[in-house]
Structure formats: structure tokens, C-alpha cells
């Protein structure tokens, strides 16, 4: 007679740590490990095929890694249970079928997730513990308690309440170099040539496992946007900490002054490419950030660089997340705007004369990757400019990129994209004319619109529909002392230019799909 299970304990997608706190204390002789992949949470979202395929292949390199040491393991494949194709379903049969006397799980990255279990364990009759996420260095609690009662949350002073806490970047209790925040050193454009060669990120050539997985997502999901071709991403903890070196050793010491530049083909510029390993739990957060400290202490890299990158983690990440589970369930429906527009079909294909949409939306569907500039001044901006739906513009960004996990995918989106949910952790809608992706890029050269011109027919859509919004929210826009300069603007142009803004962005607005 078997032993029966004491202790089940489910592993998600995105937990693949051996430090994860459901699976402290395991007892090879009492517990097991479950592990569920569901076709339904590729098809939750339109996934990309890259990203299927990196949660599919991560998820099975963990499970070698348990079976190595010997742990009892329950591995539901995406083939198994062919009437069940819902993670719910999958994990309420596997729950039936083993009898667990309890069901330990680390808290989800997504709210529908972690309702999808709860429910699941409770119409199985077995009890459930879910466990705090030790992997990130603020827990719910304590970003809850921080918040308190405030109604707008400002990340910066969040994180300099990171760095004294865990004392990174500090000397003597001050911040290191006398400020706390380098941002105004790290927003240069390209040389007038180019970013010249750039070494290249970590990659690593698909291994059985991986190619295995890559026939499956196009057995499964054949219809789904994007492509494997390019697929190199980091799919177990060694080659996470091999890319991090990566990062460390040569990309590091030249992330910082063009971190927010654009260039067409040229889809990773210095960045670090880390969010994917992060996001699954390959690396811990505290040695990305020991790791870039000590290469700013022992080798002297430029601290505005250094502090930029450290920021994005130790900052505006634990901030992201700590939002995320204080404004959910909510959040999925913030529509401050009222938007609702459908997504232009050219987000799927990135076939438009918009040189900036299609340089970028084609690298997200070769790759499943842009950097934060592209996803928020060009794809987001244009979303809120244009009145798409954000529930539209969020599945979207669920679903095409890499590093998607919603807990940092929806704050990021309707929070710092689309500003739907009305400045309650951003003082301003991120918006610009065409001029700035000028500024910022070479997608303008050669473009069959005008980022100079807001009317006529040669006007950049991005400009009309930015002096569009201006004329749009005036009112509000000069209330807010950020943006006031922009609302004054606008009130610079007599009626006539007025109309002849409306006039093109009516146009504009009308044929969004031909654009």
C-alpha cells in the first residue's frame, strides 16, 4: 500500500527557484511535486509562439531538476487530460486523483491564477496554503503597509526606501554620488551613425528539450503570432546566471546613456535581457543588484548606468508589483479615458507605412521582445493617443512578449502605457508628438509620414493624434502642473489650426487599419 500524500505541492510557470517557499521542508517520503501545463493559458491571451514555448520549455528543465534529486513528481503534459484543457480543470482532476492531505502553493503572479487554485483545491475538499513570494525583496504586506492610505503612489520614494532598507548604492546612510536618481543622464539618443557593434546578449542554442517543446506549440497553437526561429532565450538557472554574467562583464558598463534609444534592427541595443530569468524565478533579484553593485565598487563603472539599472529592479519592479496586488481586481478594468477602439490588425503583423510601428511590432514578433521606450512611446503611446480599449491593449501586451507575466505586465500597461487608471501611480500620461521618436530613433528617415507635421495628408499619425489629445483634454492637461506646458501649447493654435488637427485625426481615427 502506498503512502499517502501529505504535502502537494504545486509549482507554477513562473516559481522555477529551489529556494521557492512551497517546496521548503520537502519530505521525499510524504510529499510530492505538481507541475500542470494547460493549452488554455497559452490560448488565455493570443500568446506569442516564443513565449508558449519558453514557459513550456522552462517548466521542463525544472522538472529534470526535481527528478534529479530524487523528488516524487506528478508532471501534467499539455497532451494529457485532452477534455480538460484549463489549468483549473487539470489541477481539480489531479488534486481528485492523488488525495493530498493538503495542497501548498507560492503565491501566483496572477490574480486569475491564484482564484483558479483556491477554487480548484476547495471543489476537491482538499485544504490549501499559499505561501508569501520570498523571491521578491518587498512582500504584499509590507508594500501594503507603505501605501497606507495614500491615494497617489510615487515609486522614487519607494525605492529610496529599497536602497536604505537593503542598503544598496548607499554610503555613510546617503545615497551614493549625492543623489538618489541618475535618470537625466540615461536619456541620450543614438550618434547621428548609429549604435555601431554592439556584442550581443548570452544566447543559447535549443537544446532536446526546447526543440521538442518548439514542435508542440506549433502542433498546438499553429495560429498563434510570432516565430521560433530566433529562440535563444535562458530556459534553466545555469544559463540565466551565465547571461547575467553576460550582462555584468560587457553590456553593463554601456547600458546607461542610451537606454531609451531607438534603432531599426537593432532589437537589443545594451540592455540587459534579464526580465525573462527574473520573471521565472531563474534569478534572485538580490543577485542581479550585488552583482551590478560590485562591478560599479570593484571596477568603476558609471554610476548613473549602474544606479539606472539597479532602479528598474530593486525600484520600479518590486514597486510594480506591490501595485499590482493592491489595485487588483480592479485594475483589469480601469478605463479612465473611456477608450474603446479595437486594436488595429497591424498590431498582430506590424504591416504599416508607420516606420516606428512596424520596426517595432515586427521585432516583438520575431523576437517577444521590445525595450521599455518602445513598448511605451511608440506601441503604448499610440494605443492611448488612438482611444484604443486597454483591456484590448493589455491582452496584447500579455500575450507578445517574453517576459509577460501579468503582475508586471498590467500595472505596466494601463498604469504607465495608457494611463488608465488615472495617475494612480504615474503624475502624467506618457505621451509625445512624432518628434520625440525622431529625436530618438532613425525610424523617421525614410517614413511615409511627417513626424513634424500634425495636419495634412503627409502628417505623422503620432503627431496628429498627440495635438489631437491636447485639444481633447485641455482642461485637465493644464490643471496638471507636468503637463501644463503641453496644454499651453495647444492653446497657442488659433481655430483654424484646431480644425484642421480634427479634421486629420478624424481621418486618421476613421482608418486606423490603413494606416
Not at 549604435?195 to 528539450?209: K, L, N, T
Request: hydrophobic share 40%; with cysteine.
Amino acid at each position: 500500500m502506498s503512502t499517502p500524500t501529505r504535502r502537494l505541492v504545486l509549482v507554477l510557470g513562473d516559481q522555477l527557484w529551489m529556494d521557492n517557499p512551497a517546496l521548503a521542508g520537502f519530505d521525499p517520503a510524504q510529499d510530492r511535486v505538481l507541475m500542470i501545463e494547460a493549452p488554455g493559458e497559452g490560448a488565455q491571451v493570443w500568446s506569442h509562439k516564443a513565449r508558449i514555448a519558453l514557459f513550456l520549455s522552462a517548466m521542463r528543465h525544472f522538472c529534470n531538476e526535481v527528478h534529479r534529486r530524487g523528488w516524487p513528481c506528478t508532471y501534467v503534459r499539455l497532451d494529457d487530460m485532452a477534455d480538460r484543457p484549463g489549468f483549473q480543470a487539470r489541477l481539480h482532476r489531479a488534486l481528485q486523483d492523488l488525495r493530498p492531505q493538503s495542497l501548498v502553493v507560492c503565491e501566483p503572479g496572477e490574480w486569475r491564477l491564484l482564484c483558479a487554485v483556491q477554487d480548484a483545491a476547495r471543489d476537491a475538499g482538499v485544504p490549501w496554503q499559499v505561501l508569501p513570494d520570498t523571491h521578491f525583496m518587498c512582500s504584499r504586506e509590507e508594500f501594503a503597509r507603505w501605501a497606507g492610505h495614500k491615494k497617489e503612489l510615487r515609486m522614487e520614494f519607494f525605492y529610496r526606501d529599497m536602497r536604505r532598507r537593503h542598503g544598496v548604492l548607499m554610503n555613510a546612510g546617503q545615497p551614493e554620488g549625492g543623489q538618489w536618481n541618475f535618470d537625466a543622464d540615461n536619456r541620450k539618443g543614438w550618434p547621428a551613425g548609429g549604435p555601431g557593434d554592439i556584442p550581443g546578449p548570452a544566447w543559447f542554442e535549443p537544446d532536446r528539450i526546447t526543440r521538442r517543446v518548439f514542435e508542440l506549440v506549433e502542433q498546438h497553437f499553429p495560429d498563434h503570432p510570432g516565430s521560433l526561429d530566433s529562440f535563444r532565450w535562458p530556459v534553466t538557472r545555469e544559463q540565466a546566471l551565465q547571461a547575467l554574467q553576460r550582462f555584468i562583464d560587457v553590456r553593463l558598463p554601456h547600458f546607461g546613456p542610451q537606454q531609451d534609444a531607438m534603432w531599426t534592427n537593432t532589437p537589443w541595443g545594451w540592455h540587459a535581457l534579464l526580465a525573462t530569468s527574473l520573471n521565472l524565478h531563474l534569478l534572485d533579484p538580490r543577485e542581479v543588484i550585488a552583482a551590478a553593485e560590485s562591478a560599479y565598487r570593484e571596477r568603476g563603472l558609471d554610476l548613473p548606468g549602474v544606479e539606472g539599472f539597479i532602479r528598474q529592479i530593486l525600484g520600479w519592479r518590486e514597486f510594480i508589483r506591490g501595485v499590482y496586488w493592491l489595485d487588483m481586481p480592479q485594475m483589469k478594468d480601469a478605463n479612465h479615458y473611456g477608450h474603446t477602439r479595437a486594436l488595429p490588425r497591424w498590431y498582430w503583423t506590424g504591416d504599416t507605412r508607420m516606420a516606428c510601428m512596424r520596426d517595432v511590432i515586427g521585432q516583438t514578433l520575431a523576437h517577444g521582445h521590445a525595450h521599455h521606450i518602445q513598448r511605451l512611446m511608440v506601441t503604448g503611446q499610440f494605443a492611448v493617443l488612438a482611444g484604443l480599449r486597454p483591456q484590448a491593449v493589455n491582452d496584447w501586451y500579455l500575450a507578445v512578449y517574453v517576459d509577460a507575466v501579468e503582475w508586471v505586465q498590467l500595472p505596466n500597461t494601463a498604469g504607465m502605457a495608457l494611463f488608465a487608471n488615472g495617475g494612480r501611480f504615474t503624475s502624467k500620461p506618457y505621451i509625445a508628438s512624432g518628434q520625440y521618436i525622431s529625436r530618438m530613433s532613425n525610424y523617421c528617415k525614410g517614413c511615409a509620414y511627417r513626424p513634424d507635421q500634425r495636419a495634412g495628408s503627409d502628417a505623422c499619425p503620432m503627431t496628429t493624434l498627440y495635438w489631437h489629445f491636447l485639444d481633447r483634454h485641455e482642461d485637465s492637461l493644464m490643471k496638471n502642473p507636468r503637463t501644463s506646458l503641453m496644454a499651453r501649447n495647444i492653446a497657442r493654435l488659433d481655430a483654424a489650426q484646431r480644425e484642421s488637427v480634427r479634421e486629420r485625426a478624424a481621418y486618421v481615427l476613421a482608418n486606423l487599419d490603413d494606416l
